[in-house]
């Protein structure tokens, strides 16, 4: 089946960033009927309690219900030596909104019960949060802070919240916002540790990838590239099989070498190893997500337009870069998935690396703000 690409669903789109986060929110609250959910993630990330502090600075009369989603890694996790981080900011979250208002979450990111190996189940646990309309249906506005949740996580977790209020709020539709404090210096400052061992579509977004082995549909893989990640890459490869690769890279950027400097980075995978043709090479912006949305669908698009002889074809989206690209990821998913086979495979590491915190809270001031507007007001066609 064919989509008109000329009707994409965020085009056009509604995106704020960096100072101008602070008189949107300021304008958007004025209105005293205002009944927001804000959703963020417990963790150690600096970045956690930027987003909320910003908009309740920006409007400090708006009543603000809360939910915080805590994370059970179970007793192996590397990520307890960071605890005392965690409770800073949870210390820092309470000066910042009554604790009265915060409900938490709880998650488990693995299964502990299975008998051979640990199997991450945080997708899933993050999807079963939401799991009946009455629990959102009275926002008029609900925001989740993905800037201290793991990729996993927000794609499950978004792509619940967009389902249930497509499928079960088409007359009183809340406003649905994904914000995310973005900064290059302290995400190189994070190191990824480990890979795991299972390597799987994130729950929502499989498509009908699990049976592509059954079908004769040629698979395109589409990994969106990001520093260090060869083994990363290589583990999806040999997952996937794919049919043709299509890197992209993320340019338009803040540094403009930095697609040069991935390229020569993966240079031997990408074009020795896997043979990948340089016209094959794609670009997005790397602090748009709804541009890399809208050039991711007009790919896949055209993709199977062109292999329609062969029945059309299944594509495989992995995104090892920013949380705005992965965003960008998740809204190609979501709006592709039931037309054409669209899966998103996530690889995680099993745990990260951090050598110096202060370093990270000097460099946390210089972080920048991105509200993506996906449901509500501007979308009202009436």
Known sequence: MDKNINKLRWDPSVFVRGKNTVNFWKEHFSSRDRKPLFILG????????????????????TEMECWLIEFEEGLGSNSH????????NLKELYEIIDPSKVSS??????????????KRIGDRQAAHILSSIDQIKDFTDIIIDISALPRGVYFSLVGKFLTFIDTYLEKKVPNLFVVVSENASIDVKIKEKGIDEDVGYLHGFGGTLELSSLSDEPVIWFPILGEDKN?????AHSHINPNEICPVLPFPSKNPRRSDALIKDYHQLLFDKLSIEPQNLMYVPEQNPFEAYGRLIKAIINYNKSLR???????????????????????TAYELIGCIGVGVLNVDSQGYEIEDFEELKMLKESSELFVIWLTGDPYDES
């Open 309 to 331: 002889s062969l029945g059309g074809c299944k594509a495989v989206i992995s995104t090892f870069s920013s949380k705005l690209l992965s965003i960008g990821t998740l809204l």
């Open 231 to 235: 083994e990363h890459l290589e583990r």
């Open 105 to 118: 979450k709880k998650i488990a990111l693995w299964n502990s019960k299975s008998k051979t190996k640990k």
């Open 42 to 61: 417990k963790g150690f990330d600096v970045r956690m309690n930027i987003a909320l502090k910003c908009l309740l600075e920006a409007s400090p009369e």
């Open 81 to 88: 030596k960071y605890q005392p981080y965690v409770d800073e």
